[in-house]
């Protein structure tokens, strides 16, 4: 049975850090792709970076400018997002989700993914 669970959301200021985990197990994703969605109330969930460690590479959404960084860790089966210099516009529940197909490219379509968590708060004031 494939579980991802997702820690590390908290309350900070505007400028702040965050890292996020997702502890998963059940599966090993070698080679497919992982991902970080975050959905805001009355938004739609939207993708904030994916990564595959084959040949699908990492992929970002434009609003992450260089400030998240995704990273995955076979040996710990922890997939992890750093966000720096938040912003109040960041504050949303953020998502793990994994897929079991291989893609040519790491899809940031929450419908690509037919794994996912709980979801972990993340909220930042200003």
């Known amino acids: 049975q494939v579980q991802l669970v997702e820690s590390g959301g908290d309350s900070v200021q505007a400028g702040g850090s965050l890292r996020l985990s997702c502890l998963f197990s059940?599966?090993?994703?070698?080679?497919?792709?992982m991902g970080w969605f975050r959905q805001a109330p009355g938004k739609e969930r939207e993708a904030v970076a994916a990564?595959?460690?084959?040949?699908?590479?990492?992929v970002y959404a434009d609003f992450t400018e260089g400030r998240f960084t995704i990273s995955q860790d076979n040996t710990k089966k922890t997939l992890d997002l750093q966000m720096n210099m938040m912003k109040p516009e960041d504050t949303a529940m953020y998502y793990c989700a994994a897929d079991s197909r291989y893609f040519l490219r790491c899809p940031l379509v929450p419908g690509s993914y037919n794994f996912w968590g709980q979801g972990t708060q993340v909220t930042v004031s200003s």
């Open positions: 990564l595959s460690t084959g040949r699908a590479g990492t």
């Open positions: 059940g599966v090993t994703f070698n080679g497919r792709c």
